[in-house]
Nanobody, 128 residues
């Protein structure tokens, strides 16, 4: 049973920083890719960043240069360092995992469908 538990959310002023964590369990780390999503009230869920099993990382334009995703050495904890936060970053943040597809000696994150597993999320509120 794959379990994902996010933490680290909170309230911060615009321009500040937060670091989110996602503790993952129940699967073989090397066989999964991971990602961060967010959803603000009244808006669709937005993909922010994904990390393939070999560490290749992609970012949405909305967070590129401000957010950094990483994993610990064991690959069981995913992090999202968020800097220069803006009020439009206010949302519920979720981590996700998926078995993706195998290409170029690594598990690649899916680009055209939903991830299979999501955590319950952690709230980030940025005040202007």
């Amino acid at each position: 049973q794959v379990q994902l538990v996010e933490s680290g959310g909170g309230s911060v002023q615009a321009g500040g920083s937060l670091r989110l964590s996602c503790a993952a369990s129940g699967y073989t780390v090397s066989a999964y890719c991971m990602a961060w999503f967010r959803q603000a009230p009244g808006k669709e869920r937005e993909g922010l960043t994904s990390i393939d099993s070999d560490g290749r990382t992609t970012y949405a334009d909305s967070v590129k240069g401000r957010f950094t995703a990483s994993k610990d050495n064991a690959g069981t904890t995913l992090y999202l360092q968020m800097n220069s936060l803006k009020d439009e970053d206010t949302a519920q943040y979720y981590c996700a995992a998926d078995s993706g597809y195998y290409r170029e000696h690594a598990v690649r994150c899916p680009r055209d469908r939903e991830f299979r597993y999501y955590g319950r999320g952690t709230q980030v509120t940025v005040s202007a």
